[in-house]
């Protein structure tokens, strides 16, 4: 149906005695299906005004609706279905008609339906943001029940509403309020939503891990047991919730878990339970705190019992083989039993630096003083982590969600924070890293706005020192050992340098892998950031999206790139005799677009 001034009616429209999304079930699995039924579409509407005046309100016909009004209608007054105007005005997200209610006299907070809710849980289980800050500012009391003994929170959490959650939260509603009874929010998430989300979303918010409700005893870790919902399980254990909290059955999680037959779930939790007796010992919490070096001088040591078996005096390639195979294998069982998981993210690092130390100890250069540094600086810089007290991160919420700018692209739901422009939230450092690059494993570090430029020079000293190592490696060679590479060919050559000094070509391997990976990234960063002027994370979404488009998309035209001076200027933050001078730009706090004074026109934004 097509109105004057309002187009297309056929979406977004609800009827019925209850709010969509949930019904008379209160229960998540039923989420689908009623909220199908309740979009039903309305009777195609030809002329409106002959609209009675839900129907206008379904609609959003104002004119129609204020004339009704005018004319004597009560706006207080509930249908048959003992709905009221103003329900049907909030699931249908029609700002306008809400105002205008309000100020002829309805009441905000009139029950309605035969859930019993007031317009605010209406809108909350449409999740329409807009209109939910709308009645909250007219008074709306978010802490008022519904026929299923739900509140506000309870429905947003049910709903998995996450801005909606934040934006409550932010406002004073308790994290921790109960229903009829005694669930948390935390409670419900854990046990009526399935997956992470948005159990890992309330924890950001500190709520109490361990309080039970008022029936069975249970704290939300039990609850999640019960459901069998293993990510909530995952969060709930690292966070720090109980596992010695019994139920009113006298049932701990364990119990609960072993009772449902649930495998996962009893692994999970027998091994924190190992965990965190452990951490009884004094031994063990020392281990804990010195895994890093403990998995560094691992590295270091495994890499010289490489070189050292394949350097061993012996004929036998089989019993070097198998001893190779006996050192991986007690290897490996080091990480698994004394470095957690948290912490095998660096085993990469670890394995470059052990790489080097023994490049460095067979062939000294002095270039490896500048690697050495340069990794430090990339390691040990704040690569541009946006931090933001509490109080900081509520206002955020509030400031965004009343501008209606509460969204993915704007806000990060790990963080709590409004996110900068170019940012990005690694999952890896639990945190979101001002103009991303990427996540290097060779450091074990963000790549972003405070450290990138560290970031190049380390791969430029990295690709020189074994470049310098694999050219020594066959200087060597051809003044220690007699090979016959002209004469008898590539293989002969091969086995005579094996025989003559496994070691160095161990060594050669080593460097010869490092610079291959060092020297991609390089050229590649270089190319990135003189012609393109994109970090790779933003180079690799635009080629993602080309992928989707019927024109092609160039990666050269974006608001990023102002040409290959001005783009190393900027990267390095360097000038050239007057001639070219960066454009100083703190991309930790930058939210809006800013263009260097010699780009005027607009480009695409990436």
Known sequence: CLIPGIGSCSENHSHGPHPPGFGRYGICAHENKELANAREALPLIEDSSNCDIVKATQYGIF?????????????????????????????????????????????????????????????????????????????????????????????????????????????????????????????????KVIGPEPTGFLLKFNPSLN?????????????????????????????????????????????????????????????????????????????????????????????????????????????????????????SLFPRFLVGYKNLVYLPTAFLLSSIFWIFMTCFIFSIIAFLYFFYKTWATDPGFTKASEEEKKVNIITLAETGCLDFRTFCTSCLIRKPLRSLHCHVCNSCVARYDQHCLWTGRCIGFGNHHYYIFFLFFLSIVCGWIIYGSFIYWSNHCATTFKEDGLWTYLNQ??????????????????????????????????????????????????RHMKQTLSLRKTPYNLGFTQNLADFFQCSCFGLVKPCVVDWTSQYTMVFHPAREKVLRSV
Not at 125 to 140: K, S, Y
Not at 278 to 287: A, H, I, P, Y
Request: proline share 3%; net charge neutral.
């Open 497 to 546: 340098i094996v025989a003559c000094s496994p070691w160095v070509l161990y060594i050669l391997m080593l460097a010869t892998f490092h610079f291959s990976w060092s020297t991609f990234l390089l050229l590649n960063q270089l190319f990135q950031i003189a012609f393109l002027g994109l970090t790779s994370h933003e180079r690799i979404s635009l080629l993602k999206q080309s």
């Open 211 to 331: 309080v039970v409700d008022k029936i069975y005893q249970n704290t939300p870790l039990h609850w999640a047991v019960a459901a069998g919902n293993v990510n909530a399980v995952d969060k709930l254990l690292e966070a720090g919730s109980s596992l010695d909290i019994q139920n009113a059955k006298g049932e701990t999680p364990l119990d609960m878990a072993l009772q449902n037959k649930n495998q996962l779930i009893i692994h999970m939790l027998k091994t924190e339970a190992k965990m965190r007796a452990n951490q009884k010992f004094r031994l063990w919490r020392w281990l804990q705190k010195c895994e890093l070096f403990l998995l560094l001088m691992l590295s270091v040591i495994t890499m010289w019992a490489v070189g050292y078996i394949l350097d061993f005096n012996s004929d036998s390639w089989l019993l070097k083989g198998c001893l190779l195979v006996t050192l991986f294998f007690l290897t």
């Open 63 to 191: 004119e129609r609706c204020k004339e009704l009004v005018e004319a004597g209608y009560d706006v207080r007054q509930p249908d048959k279905e003992n709905v009221s105007l103003l329900h049907w005005a909030a699931i249908n997200n029609r700002l306008d008609l809400v105002k205008f209610y309000i100020s002829k006299g309805a009441v905000v907070d009139q029950l309605g339906g035969d859930l019993n809710s007031t317009p605010l849980h209406w809108a909350i289980r449409q999740g329409h943001l807009p209109m939910v800050i709308l009645l909250l500012q007219h008074g709306a009391d978010p802490t008022l029940i519904d026929g299923e003994g739900f509140s506000s929170i309870h429905l947003a959490v049910l709903f998995q509403h996450m801005p909606i959650i934040a934006y409550l939260i932010s406002k004073g509603q308790s994290v921790n309020m109960t229903d009829v009874n005694g669930q948390t929010p935390l409670m419900l998430s854990a046990y």
